[in-house]
């Protein structure tokens, strides 16, 4: 059964108590049961601050099933050229997913690895943020 992976970078689970005023005040769990309760896929959920551990992740992906990722890649979103190229070698679509605008932010959090080989790029919404790339990744695959 095609499934969808929520995959989410360093720090994230922190969420909720984590500089609520950049980030919100919801936990990476309460957002991972909204996405759940709104789903039509079944979803996968991981989250790691270890940039290898999210490669292993990728890398198993087509051989899981998982035919659409949302990534929040925190801040490997600046600095990691091995998940790029992960993302790149697996050939599975994905969003990325940020929850503050990061365009809005430090100079060097302007600077995105993934943003130009993603579907899409969703940044600044907070937790909708997942919500909007769930919809969207839903209606990508009802037209596979």
């Not at 108590?17 to 896929?41: F, V, W």
């Not at 998982?66 to 994905?94: E, G, M, V, W, Y």
């Not at 932010?105 to 907070?126: K, P, V, W």
């Amino acid at each position: 059964m095609t499934k969808i992976l929520i995959l989410n970078g360093p720090n994230l689970n922190l969420l909720g108590s984590r500089e609520p005023d950049t980030y919100g005040s919801s936990t990476l769990g309460e957002i991972n049961t909204q996405l759940q309760a709104l789903a039509t896929h079944p979803l996968v959920f991981f989250q790691s601050n270890a940039e290898h551990e999210l490669l292993e992740k990728i890398q198993q992906a087509p051989s899981q099933d998982i035919k659409f990722i949302i990534f929040n890649p925190a801040a490997f979103t600046h600095s990691s050229i091995a998940l790029r190229d992960a993302l790149l070698a697996i050939q599975i679509p994905f969003i990325e997913v940020h929850l503050s605008n990061i365009y809005a932010r430090e100079i060097f959090r302007h600077q995105s690895y993934f943003s130009d080989i993603a579907y899409g790029t969703l940044t600044g919404f907070g937790p909708l943020g997942y919500q909007l790339a769930l919809k969207a990744a839903e209606h990508y695959l009802a037209r596979e």
